[in-house]
């Protein structure tokens, strides 16, 4: 894997991550049952991002971005 490749897998996945936790934070002040879910099932956090747009919007688009450099790489 060339050093390109590998930046934006790291940086992709860094961005997967915090958007994960920003989920589970938003998850957990809306509901404790969603705030486990997406604690045991990390898919049924962009499941309820979904749900919740307004709320969860940020870490949707952070999602996306990260997607896109694993996607580049």
């Known amino acids: 894997m060339d050093p390109t ?4 897998m790291t940086f992709g996945s860094i ?5 994960w936790l920003l989920l589970l934070k938003e998850s ?12 045991f099932l990390p898919p049924v956090s962009y499941l309820y991002g979904f749900f919740a747009w ?20």
């Open 28 to 39: 957990f002040d809306a509901d404790f049952t969603w705030g486990l879910s997406t604690l």
């Open 5 to 8: 490749s590998a930046t934006l």
């Open 54 to 73: 307004d709320k969860a919007k940020e870490a949707i688009i952070m999602s996306v971005m990260g997607w896109v450099l694993i996607g580049l790489a």
């Open 15 to 19: 961005l997967l991550v915090g958007s």
